[in-house]
């Protein structure tokens, strides 16, 4: 009965969020809802790691080429199947998911440092795969459109707005999913392996098995990702995914508390606002250009390692043990 | 048959750089348990300052010694300011896990950012001491250069100094020591923590080597040290990230497959030959092919 309420009480938080974010849409700019749909995306892509290092404690360097594979696999659907863009985004997350879960089988093996070097390679080699074969469109990429809103929406709805829906509700719905998920036997069975692998074996959990499907979940999440982020600059290509947004997330989930979903929201925000205060403090100290394109990746990378200092548990644990 | 030649050797003079890079993973792996992903941002920073001196003296040997020392002097610190506060501070919970790997990233990140700030983002070029147009041979021009040659050279120098250091020295025996068992050499009376901090230095100054070895043939860029490390990284695991022999040999076997895949088949199939050779050990051999079995097991 207990669950029950439990799980009512997160479908009620989500719905709220949700129309929460539709007021927020109605009343910015288009700039913001464009930065928005942003922040959706990269809070999924957050989620995805977090459903992968902070409950099955695997560390991967690789979800920038993950979110490639969904990319990839979204756009061709649209341009070379035809297919609804609806449905290309949820063959992103398929793709990627199967994708995920077949280098999860190899990645079961492996311990800590070993798996982390592996996405690593992953990371830098597929990229330079993508640019190999015509139909990806090598460097150049190819096209990912979403298409315009529907006329129903009236004129004024304008092509940002419509990003932000459709990236704003990927996000809830799929993190929401990814949540009840983390509730149910799957999340407790991940905490096991995380905390105690040996302890999980004896429980009689398959440690192989459930390692390489947390793999498979979390590279599906991040497929969906990758699908939105192409859309929201409407191509694909090997550069949208460079090993530094793999680092970028690992930051936002560092930042939000790498054990707890509840801050993805928060981990998007300063992902997508670190360019921002860079850019800002760039124009301002007036530096070098090697200077304001090189700030982010600082700022990214200090955050990183200020966090995993001084908030080595998210600032969730720091504010209850104030409390 | 030329070709093949030439195959030979441009795996040799590739084989030999990967080699270094994958010693240096070794020695800190040895000395730390970490796998130093910012090894990248070291070797590319040092190098940013052999350039640099190399620019100012005109002469490229200065600029090879500087980037040597301050390689060394940038890895023993990193070891002593900023990784073993990090150790000490996260010490509980889940994080441990992910915290080195997380420290060496940031500080990789932190270092392409300064070089960034400090040399701009610009693609420079660094001249070698000895030509780099290949030999010519019957008449045609192979893809082996005398820089190509003095790579191997200097490199084969550097593995048998190596050497004589871990085998024939005090010191060696006590890298050895902490290395195999950091409790027993402790006991033994044998600074662990210096020993530690010295491997890191070595493991500096050997990418300080490669970085100078490298760039002459390719470019200088924050970034332009990146495959290096994953080449070094496979490399490693192919020697079983604890053996010093195991990692050259790791590195020359690499060097060889994505050489050969290169001249026979296409050089577009280097990283995928790369990815499933690193796939293939893990699901085959996980413990590398030249492991050690008295080695730590964790």
């Known amino acids: 009965m207990h669950k029950i309420s439990a799980n009512r009480k997160r479908l009620l938080t989500f719905i709220l969020l949700g129309w929460a974010l539709l007021l927020i849409g109605d009343r910015v700019g288009e700039f913001r809802q464009y930065q928005g749909s942003f922040v959706a995306m990269y809070a999924l892509a957050i989620a995805s790691i977090i459903l992968l290092t902070g409950y099955s404690g695997q560390l991967s360097l690789g979800h920038s080429a993950l979110m490639a594979v969904g990319a990839y696999a979204g756009a061709l659907s649209i341009n070379n199947l035809h297919l609804h863009p609806v449905i290309a985004l949820i063959i992103a997350a398929l793709v990627a998911g199967i994708f995920g879960l077949i280098l999860g089988i190899a990645a079961a093996r492996l311990s800590g440092p070993y798996l982390a070097g592996t996405t690593l390679a992953l990371a830098i080699s597929l990229p330079t795969i993508a640019n190999q074969f015509t139909i990806l469109g090598g460097e150049q990429g190819v096209a990912f459109d979403i298409g315009t809103p529907p006329a129903r929406y009236g004129e004024d709805f304008s092509q940002y707005k419509w990003f932000f829906w459709i990236s704003s509700l990927a996000a809830l719905i799929m993190i929401w999913m990814v949540a009840n998920l983390m509730h149910s036997k799957f999340g407790r069975v991940f905490i096991a392996l995380r905390d105690n692998q040996t302890a999980a074996q004896l429980a009689g959990i398959n440690v192989g098995r459930q390692k390489a499907v947390a793999f498979g979940l979390s590279a599906g999440v991040a497929g969906l990702a990758g699908g939105l982020l192409v859309m929201l600059i409407s191509g694909v290509s090997p550069s949208a995914f460079p090993l530094s947004l793999s680092f970028s997330l690992l930051t936002g989930a560092v930042v939000t508390g790498v054990y707890d979903l509840k801050g993805v929201m928060l981990g998007g925000l300063v992902l997508v606002a670190i360019p921002e205060i860079a850019d800002s403090v760039g124009s301002r100290v007036g530096g070098s250009d090697g200077f304001t394109i090189a700030l982010p990746g600082f700022l990214v990378s200090a955050l990183l390692i200020l966090a995993v200092l001084f908030l080595p548990n998210g600032p969730g644990k720091l504010l209850k043990k104030k409390m | ?298």
């Open chain 2, 1 to 298: 048959m030329l070709r093949f030649i030439t195959a030979i050797l441009t795996s040799l003079s590739a084989g030999a750089i990967y080699a270094l890079m994958s010693t240096a993973l070794v020695l800190v792996w040895r000395s730390t348990r970490v796998i130093n992903f910012a090894q990248a941002g070291q070797a590319v920073l040092t190098t940013y300052i052999g350039y640099e001196i190399t620019i100012r003296t005109g002469s490229y040997w200065y600029g090879l010694m500087a980037a040597i020392l301050s390689g060394a002097l940038i890895g023993a610190m990193i070891d002593r300011f900023f990784l073993r506060p990090i150790f000490k501070r996260v010490k509980s919970g889940p994080i441990v896990m992910i915290a080195p790997v997380v420290a060496t990233l940031g500080l990789l990140g932190i270092i392409q950012a300064i070089i960034g700030f400090i040399w701009g983002l610009n693609y420079q070029a660094l001249a070698a001491p000895v030509s780099t147009d290949g030999y010519k041979i019957l008449g045609t021009v192979i893809a082996f250069s005398p820089f190509n040659l003095m790579v191997l050279l200097s490199v084969t120098i550097t593995m048998v100094l190596l050497t004589v250091l871990f085998q024939k020295t005090n010191i060696g025996l006590a890298l050895r020591a902490s290395a195999y068992s950091p409790e027993i050499a402790k006991l033994s009376g044998i600074k662990v923590d210096a020993v530690r901090t010295l491997g890191w230095a070595i493991a500096g100054a050997a990418g300080g080597l490669a970085g100078m070895l490298y760039v002459p043939d390719s470019y200088l860029h924050p970034n332009s040290m990146d495959v290096l490390l994953v080449f070094g990284f496979i490399a490693a695991v192919i020697g079983g990230l604890d053996s010093l022999f195991g990692a050259v040999a790791g590195a020359m076997i690499l060097g060889f497959a994505i050489n050969f895949a290169a001249t026979y088949i296409s050089y577009k199939i280097v990283f995928p030959t790369a990815f499933v050779i690193l796939i293939l050990v893990l699901l085959v051999k996980p413990g590398g092919i030249f492991s050690s079995s008295k080695g730590r097991k964790d």
